[in-house]
């Protein structure tokens, strides 16, 4: 038996990359896993959502809800990149992202809150990045963005606290999916930039999907009762470390 035996859980942008690396761990320790994307995403229950728009995501939350009966964790994933300097970056960029990685989440979880309110072990986890607190190279627009989704977990978790539901978020560094690896090809050299990329962590390598996966499932626990409000971050010591070579 495990502790996510018998719930629900929703993951957005489950069908690659971190988000896939997540619904994979959950079904594997027994959750029931609904993946909300703008493709399909085999093997788990799959309903085509767009988190930029509200009306998809009403539509697909209250399809999980019918099929399942219940919805106990959200996980916040969805998201896209924007490389640029502000001046490199269009109002039309602005809006795009902002929507997607910002309001996107907040139209997940309050679609979900109704379900949450009635769930024993309620939990959202919101996907962030170190970028949120620490000034990166020609990622205005990116960075933006996450310190947002920092602010609203903090908001989020201190508004439905007294309701039961737990809200916390994961700040990876860089990690090595097929994301990251499109986002490479846009540079002059995608080389230097991998290998700058992976020389930017302590330990000399991008961050897997598997361990902020991990990440997720202990924030995601019932186990993990009283913890809320929290950042977690996952970035191979780049936030802290300051290692000589």
Same mark, same amino acid.
């Given at each position: 038996?495990?502790?996510?035996?018998?719930?629900?859980?929703?993951?957005? !942008? !489950?069908?690659?990359? #971190? !988000?896939? +690396?997540?619904?994979?761990?959950?079904?594997?320790?027994? $959750?029931?896993? &609904?993946?909300?994307?703008?493709? @399909? +995403? =085999?093997?788990? $229950?799959?309903?085509?959502a767009d988190v930029g728009d509200r009306a998809s995501v009403d539509?697909?939350?209250?399809?999980?809800?019918?099929?399942?009966?219940?919805?106990?964790?959200?996980?916040?994933?969805?998201?896209?990149?924007?490389?640029?300097?502000?001046? =490199?970056?269009? %109002?039309?960029?602005?809006?795009?992202?902002?929507? #997607?990685?910002?309001?996107?989440?907040? /139209?997940?979880?309050?679609?979900?809150? @109704?379900?949450?309110? /009635?769930? @024993?072990?309620?939990?959202?986890?919101?996907?962030?990045? #170190?970028? $949120?607190?620490? !000034?990166? *190279?020609?990622?205005?627009?990116?960075?933006?963005?996450?310190?947002?989704?920092?602010?609203?977990?903090?908001?989020?978790?201190? %508004?439905?606290?007294? =309701?039961?539901? /737990?809200?916390?978020?994961?700040? @990876?560094?860089?990690? &090595?999916?097929?994301?990251?690896?499109?986002?490479?090809?846009?540079? =002059?050299? *995608?080389?230097?930039?991998?290998?700058?990329?992976?020389? /930017?962590?302590?330990?000399?390598?991008?961050?897997? *999907?598997?361990?902020?996966?991990?990440?997720?499932?202990?924030? $995601?626990?019932?186990?993990?009762?009283?913890?809320?409000?929290?950042a977690l971050e996952v970035d191979g010591g780049v936030s802290h470390?300051?290692?000589?070579?």
């Amino acid at each position: 038996m495990s502790e996510f035996d018998g719930l629900v859980a929703v993951v957005t !942008g !489950g069908a690659s990359g #971190i !988000g896939k +690396a997540v619904a994979t761990r959950l079904a594997e320790q027994g $959750a029931t896993v &609904a993946v909300l994307d703008v493709q @399909p +995403a =085999e093997p788990f $229950a799959s309903f085509v959502a767009d988190v930029g728009d509200r009306a998809s995501v009403d539509a697909a939350i209250s399809a999980v809800a019918a099929r399942f009966g219940r919805i106990d964790i959200v996980v916040n994933n969805a998201g896209i990149s924007a490389v640029g300097t502000v001046e =490199e970056t269009s %109002d039309e960029d602005w809006a795009r992202v902002l929507n #997607i990685n910002v309001t996107g989440m907040a /139209r997940v979880t309050a679609a979900a809150l @109704p379900w949450l309110r /009635r769930s @024993p072990s309620a939990s959202v986890v919101n996907l962030c990045s #170190i970028a $949120a607190l620490n !000034g990166l *190279p020609r990622r205005a627009l990116y960075s933006a963005s996450n310190g947002a989704v920092l602010g609203l977990t903090y908001a989020m978790a201190t %508004d439905h606290v007294g =309701e039961g539901i /737990r809200v916390n978020c994961v700040s @990876p560094d860089t990690v &090595a999916t097929d994301f990251v690896e499109r986002m490479l090809a846009g540079f =002059e050299d *995608p080389d230097a930039e991998r290998a700058a990329l992976n020389a /930017r962590q302590a330990t000399g390598r991008m961050v897997t *999907p598997g361990e902020v996966a991990g990440a997720v499932l202990y924030l $995601a626990s019932p186990l993990s009762g009283s913890t809320t409000g929290t950042a977690l971050e996952v970035d191979g010591g780049v936030s802290h470390l300051r290692t000589r070579r």
